[in-house]
Every structure is written in structure tokens, then in C-alpha cells.
């Protein structure tokens, strides 16, 4: 893949202070496009599908929500979803996505991953997990081992 204009333009709204105080990228130098390639890469080594992700962490967080922003224990996971009022943009200008996140932990193994709407989103729709550091990067390992293990 190479930077076309939508990446260019994406990545610009991922700088801190564009959508989100922080921005999306942490302190990883790389372009978006080899932060890609980088997560797809993890993703088929470790036997990760996009779409299946993206679909149970959006059954995950419909279930949490139930809780009403109390922890609930859902199969083998316990989940708590936090609510902010508003909305956040897809920094790709393609959705706008409640502030909405989901702390998932697995208690068979004690890992834990935090995500949110835009997180889904941004995982199914463009496989960008976020930049190494950035608060809600999805780290595909953690990933796994909360999801699968």
C-alpha cells in the first residue's frame, strides 16, 4: 500500500488535538499505511480475522452495556462499558461514533483490553489498531489472548 491522499488525509486527523486530545497514533513515527500492513501482517500470524474481531467485540460491548457502567461477568469474560456524552469522528471522515468504551477482561487469564466504538470501527473498516503508544491501540497479542484464550 502506498500513502494516497485518503491516507494522507487521515493521518493529518490523527495528530493530537485534531478529533481527540491525544490523537491516534502515540508515539509511533510510522505512516499509517505501514502501521497497517505492520497489524495485518500480526493479525494472519496469529490466526486473527478482521471481521470476527470486530463482530465479537461489538457483541462484548452490546453485553457489557447491560451493566449500566457497573462490571457484569458475561461467559468468560467480565465487562464494564463507560459512557461520555458525544459523539467522535472516524479520522478516515467516514462515521461519527458514540464515546462509548468497553473494558474487557478475561478471567481465565486476567488480560484485559479496552476499546471503543470508534475502535470497532476503525479495527473492521480499515484494520488500523492505532499507533504503538496511543491510549486505545489494539494490541493484536492482547487481542488474542482476551478474545480467544
Excluded at 104 to 116: A, D, F, K
Aim: glycine letters at 8%.
Amino acid at each position: 500500500m502506498k500513502m494516497t491522499p485518503k491516507y494522507i488525509r487521515a493521518q493529518e486527523n490523527m495528530k493530537p488535538g485534531k478529533i481527540t486530545a491525544d490523537g491516534f497514533l502515540g508515539d509511533d513515527d510510522r505512516n499509517i499505511v505501514d502501521i497497517i500492513a505492520a497489524d495485518e501482517e500480526e493479525f494472519q500470524f496469529l490466526g486473527l480475522d478482521f471481521v470476527e474481531v470486530a463482530k465479537l467485540m461489538r457483541k462484548l460491548m452490546k453485553e457489557g452495556l447491560k451493566g449500566l457502567g457497573e462490571p457484569i461477568r458475561f461467559e468468560k469474560w467480565e465487562i464494564r462499558v463507560d459512557e461520555a456524552r458525544g459523539f467522535l469522528a472516524c479520522p478516515f471522515q467516514d462515521g461519527i461514533f458514540r464515546k462509548r468504551v468497553a473494558v474487557v477482561r478475561n478471567v481465565n487469564n486476567n488480560s484485559e483490553l479496552m476499546y471503543s466504538e470508534l475502535s470497532i470501527h476503525l479495527l473492521a473498516a480499515h484494520h488500523f489498531l492505532q499507533g504503538k503508544g496511543a491510549r486505545f491501540r489494539l494490541e493484536p497479542a492482547i487481542i488474542k489472548a482476551v478474545l480467544y484464550e
